[in-house]
């Protein structure tokens, strides 16, 4: 029902099928071809945003991303900049859910950064029970120096249910 009313209301929808999502498929591309992973975290990130644009640009707007997924993303550009390069990118499903991506290496830095900020409601061993290794690799693992200073918000106990993991592949 959102993206009918969307399709009826939002003449950014149109301006994003017509103009934006060709010339981003292809950059994309491009990106994933040379193993480019910071351009694909962007233009990903970028698509996502976009979209939820449209969503509000629906008459009346559509809502899909909550508080937490809003804090999701400003904790993901906080995670990039005290880094100093992209070592995370996100895409929002139609819902509040967030896809966070990833390079191998990251990824003790990434769930560390999810655990102190986003605590789940069930200790991070029940949540990460499949992935023993990761598990010791996020408790390990050190945050990035500046990003509590960029990342101010305290600690959002239950604002994430589950994580999971997977990896590319079968």
């Known amino acids: 029902a959102g993206m009918q009313t969307s399709v009826k209301t939002s003449a950014l929808l149109a301006h994003r099928a017509a103009a934006v999502v060709p010339q981003r498929m292809e950059q994309m591309e491009a990106a994933y071809r040379a193993r480019d992973f910071p351009a694909v975290a962007e233009l990903m990130m970028k698509d996502s945003n976009q979209f ?47 896809v ?22 069930r200790p991070i061993d029940e949540t990460l029970a499949n992935k023993p290794n990761l598990l010791a690799a996020a408790r390990a693992a050190s945050l990035p120096e500046g990003l509590t200073e960029r990342y101010p918000l305290p600690p959002q106990r239950d604002a994430v249910s589950y994580i999971y993991h997977t990896d590319v592949g079968p």
């Open 100 to 121: 966070l991506l990833t390079l191998k290496r990251h990824i003790p830095t990434v769930l560390g950064a999810i655990n102190v900020y986003f605590p789940p409601r």
């Open 52 to 98: 939820h644009a449209t969503c509000l640009d629906t008459y009346p707007p559509v809502f899909y991303m909550n508080d937490a997924s809003r804090s999701v993303v400003r904790m993901v550009h906080a995670l990039n900049d005290a880094c100093g390069a992209t070592v995370c990118g996100y895409t929002f499903d139609a819902g509040p859910n967030a």
